[in-house]
C-alpha cells in the first residue's frame, strides 16, 4: 500500500520539522510549506490526502488559503493552529477545514486526529467487475431543468483508461 501524503503547510519552520518527524515515523509521506504559494504550487505538482494549516503564515492567511484549496479540491484539511478562541474555530471549519488542533499540541493527538479525518474523508476510490475504477464525487443533481437536490455520482475509468461519467 502507497503511503498516504501530508502536506504540512506553517510559516514555522520548527513546527514543521515537528510535524514532519512525527508523521513520517507513523508510515506518511510529507511534503512542506512555508507560504500560502507553495502550498498551492504543491497541490498542482503532487497527490495529497490530507494538509495541516496554520492559519497564521506570515504575511499569508490561512483562512483565505482553506477557502481557495476547498474551491479547486476536496483534499481533507485539519488547522493547526495557536489561535484558539471559538469564532476562529467556527471560521475555520466554516471554510473547509475537517478538524481543528490548537497548539500546543501533543504529537500523538496529531496523529490521532490525521488518522481519524482521513478514515472519515476516504479516499472515494471504487473498483468494479470488468476492470471498471473511478471515484465517487458528489455535487448538484439537475434533471434537465429541475434541480433534484444533491446527490453522489460515479465517475467510471474502463481499462482502455476512457473515462465514463461526470
Avoid at 504543491?42 to 497527490?47: D, N, P, V, Y
Wanted: charged content about 25%.
Amino acid at each position: 500500500m502507497t503511503p498516504q501524503t501530508v502536506l504540512i503547510v506553517d510559516d514555522d519552520p520548527k513546527i514543521r520539522a515537528v510535524l514532519r518527524n512525527v508523521l513520517q515515523d507513523e508510515g506518511f509521506t510529507t511534503l512542506e510549506a512555508g507560504t500560502a504559494a507553495e502550498a498551492l504550487a504543491a497541490l498542482q505538482t503532487s497527490t495529497v490526502e490530507l494538509i495541516t494549516l496554520d492559519i497564521h503564515l506570515g504575511a499569508d492567511n490561512g483562512v483565505d488559503l482553506a477557502r481557495e484549496i476547498r474551491r479547486i479540491s476536496d483534499v481533507a484539511i485539519i488547522m493547526v493552529t495557536g489561535k484558539d478562541d471559538v469564532i476562529d474555530r467556527v471560521v475555520g471549519l466554516e471554510v473547509g477545514a475537517d478538524d481543528y488542533i490548537t497548539k500546543p499540541f501533543h504529537v500523538r493527538e496529531v496523529i490521532a486526529w490525521t488518522r481519524s479525518v482521513l478514515r472519515r474523508k476516504g479516499d472515494g476510490a471504487v473498483t468494479g467487475a470488468g476492470g471498471l475504477s473511478g471515484r465517487f464525487i458528489s455535487g448538484p443533481v439537475q434533471i434537465g431543468q429541475i434541480p433534484c437536490g444533491f446527490a453522489a455520482f460515479c465517475s467510471v475509468r474502463r481499462p482502455d483508461r476512457r473515462t465514463i461519467g461526470p
